[in-house]
């Protein structure tokens, strides 16, 4: 059973930063794109930024010049490199990715359980 799994969630002051860590575990093939969506409390689940395996990137808009979205794809890792965090970033992030586990399988998408990330003002 693969799973995505996440670290670096916590709690910072405002105008901090954090980094957000998530590969999967198990065996698998190949990893296509991977990302980071973010729930807030009464709100809906919604983008923060995605990256190809070419390595380009989307930003949502409220988090560019922030937020950095990076991986390792010896590991097939994706990071979050958040900086000058604001209360408003508070939320669970969730990582996502399209992965195939074998050759001979489709891609399939996979999301992690979550990681609190909470600022103070």
């Known amino acids: 059973q693969v799973q995505l799994v996440e670290s670096g969630g916590g709690l910072v002051q405002a105008g901090g930063s954090l980094r957000l860590s998530c590969a999967p575990s198990?065996?698998?093939?190949?990893?296509?794109?991977m990302g980071w969506y973010r729930q807030a409390p009464g709100k809906q689940r919604e983008l923060v930024a995605t990256?190809?395996?070419?390595?380009?990137?989307i930003y949502q808009d409220s988090v560019k010049e922030r937020f950095t979205i990076s991986r390792d794809n010896a590991k097939n890792a994706v990071h979050l490199q958040m900086n000058n965090l604001k209360p408003e970033d508070t939320a669970v992030y969730y990582c996502?990715?399209?992965?195939?586990?074998?050759?001979?399988?489709?891609?399939?998408?996979?999301w992690g359980q979550g990681t609190q990330v909470t600022v103070s003002s």
């Open positions: 198990g065996s698998i093939f190949s990893v296509n794109s």
């Open positions: 990256v190809t395996v070419a390595g380009s990137a």
């Open positions: 996502t990715a399209d992965i195939r586990i074998r050759l001979i399988d489709t891609y399939r998408s996979y």
